[in-house]
């Protein structure tokens, strides 16, 4: 069965700094892989995904993440956090019936002045 | 529309009430997903509609929860006798037919319910 873990439910950085959101997944198959973004009070947002195509994949508002399945990983990264980023970040995973997502809970992305 | 509209926003409701909630995909979208995220955690999928028909029903949680789907367009999602273990978000989303395997899907807004 398909599966997401989330390693850290809070990641606090500061401006300026690197940004590392992990993300575990398990899959019997060859799944594509999103993140998501959640701003307080708003809707969710489609960040960047991973289609089978280049391990590496670029998102928006800088943001990359890189597909390595040898480690079952997909984990999110911005050279430079910004304010603006405050958020939460979901990593998924598409289910084998093609039409389902499996959510991860959930990171909680705090940036400090 | 420009993107999915959801209603209402907000609802608060008595236990043992009835509550519809209404989502609106982007026009042209065949495919249209109910999700419920509650407090703290991911979001958990409710049921999936391939045109006016729902194909997966299996994440229901239980009868009392039901959605319809009219037209290839709006879809209603009713919670029977709301019991206070429903209050979440309830997310709606709509994607071109499997488009959203490889484009990802629109989501709308929410709708947050509160059982007191």
């Known amino acids: 069965a398909q599966s997401v873990t989330q390693l850290d439910s809070h990641v606090s950085v500061s401006e300026g700094t690197p940004v590392l959101l992990r993300c575990n997944y398990s899959?019997?198959?060859?799944?594509?892989l999103f993140w998501y973004v959640q701003h307080p009070n708003k809707g969710l947002q489609l960040l960047l995904k991973?289609?089978?195509?280049a391990t590496l994949v670029k998102g928006i508002n800088g943001f990359e993440a890189e597909f390595k399945k040898s480690e079952t990983s997909f984990h999110l990264t911005k050279p430079s956090a910004h304010m603006s980023d405050a958020a939460e970040y979901f990593c998924?995973?598409?289910?084998?019936?093609?039409?389902?997502?499996?959510w991860g809970a959930g990171t909680k992305l705090i940036i400090k002045p | 529309g420009a993107g999915v509209s959801q209603s209402p926003s907000n609802k608060v409701t008595e236990k043992g009430k009835d509550v519809e909630l209404r989502c609106d995909p982007i026009?042209?979208?065949?495919?249209l997903y109910w999700y419920r995220q509650s407090l703290g955690q991911g979001l958990e999928f409710l049921i999936y509609?391939?045109?006016?028909?729902?194909?997966?029903k299996s994440g229901l949680p239980s009868d009392r929860f039901s959605a319809e789907r009219t037209g290839g367009s709006v879809s209603t999602l009713t919670i029977q006798r709301t019991q206070q273990e429903d209050s979440a978000v309830y997310l709606c989303?709509?994607?071109?037919?499997?488009?959203?395997?490889?484009?990802?899907?629109?989501f709308g807004s929410g709708t947050r319910l509160t059982v007191v």
């Open positions: 509609f391939q045109g006016n028909s729902a194909p997966d």
């Open positions: 991973y289609t089978s195509a």
């Open positions: 998924v995973v598409t289910k084998d019936s093609n039409y389902q997502l499996i």
């Open positions: 026009s042209g979208h065949t495919a």
């Open positions: 989303a709509s994607s071109l037919a499997f488009q959203g395997l490889n484009y990802g899907y629109t």
């Open positions: 899959s019997s198959y060859s799944p594509s």
